[in-house]
């Protein structure tokens, strides 16, 4: 929705494949990556695709998030099908690849094409020291890929860079064994800066970085190991995939350093529904709420609800159109910086 918005203004009778040069993505962001820039799908197509493929691989309702999804765990080691997903992603190539191209066959790899994408995973035996792994549709050089990479089919990547621990089963690729980019890129801005580097050299003027969240989640305290081992892991967890982290850190140097100098081009939306601050009140609980306010507590966010709660899907549709309406100054500028030179 976001870039719908974007788009509409920048470049309204253009898909995103021709407008940009490198789109990158983890995980669900990897999906979409590949709709828009392999299978050149319309911002409009993707959003009626990516409402479908999630209800067809995530499911809804009470029964399925309180039971289905808990035994599914329990008994198969992952709280959702990998198989499902796997024949959805098919389903969805088999539509909109190209006549003569196939789903079980097609190649991630696509030269000849002028927008570039890049998936991000994990190595699951090595994530403690070692970069993420690029699934690329094009080749880079400086950064050649392992040999049982280098043949990687399409849905292969999009199956890999989406096998979040405990949600679906690992990929195995050859001798490789991938799982989520999420736990070492799941903002991958700084990455694709390192590949336009990489791919066109440090002189390269760049006219929009445009970084796209999926809500700013709600306050998540490092907890406390002790009895309660799961609120600690799920703390963990949350932390260790923070994105405004990388935001933070490069919005500031990718408008600083990146051609044209100092001047916009970093334009990060994210939506965000703040909670307001405590109100005085001499009830017991809101007396707790401001003691925790006085120690310095930070404002909260109201929690989008977790990236598989297909039913959260409406009310964050809801938050979106809302923070488009207040934030029309970035998505103009935003607007301005990407059309330059369309």
Sequence with gaps: MLLKEVMDRAAPTKKPHEVFDLIGGTSTGGLIAIMLGRLQMSVQECLDTYDSVMKDVFGSGWLHTHIGK????????????????????????????????????????????????????????????????????????????????????????????????????????GRVTLVDGGLLANNPLGWLWIEILSLYGPTRETDCFLSIGTGMGANVAVARPGL???????????IATNTENTNILFRALVDAFAPHAQTKKYFRLNVSKELPEPADSKGIL??????????????????????DDVDAIPRLKGWTTEWIKAQQDIINSCSEALSRHL
């Design 228 to 238: 309660d081992f799961k609120n600690a892991m799920e703390s963990f967890a949350e």
């Design 70 to 173: 808990p035994l599914d765990y329990l008994t198969k080691g992952e709280f959702y099908s990998a198989g499902q997903l796997e024949k959805v992603i098919k389903k969805l190539l088999d539509k909109k690849l190209p006549v003569g191209q196939n789903a079980e066959n097609a190649l991630l790899l696509d030269e000849g094409s002028s927008c570039k994408i890049f998936l991000m995973a994990t190595r699951e035996e090595s994530a403690n020291n070692r970069g993420p792994v690029f699934l690329r549709s094009y080749t880079n050089d400086l950064d050649p890929p392992d040999a049982d990479l280098a043949s990687i089919k399409l849905w292969q990547a999009a199956r890999a860079t989406s096998a979040a621990p405990g949600y679906f089963k690992p990929m195995d690729i």
């Design 286 to 307: 809101d007396w707790l709420t401001q003691s925790k306010a006085i120690k310095g507590v930070l404002n909260n966010f109201e929690d989008p609800g977790s990236l």
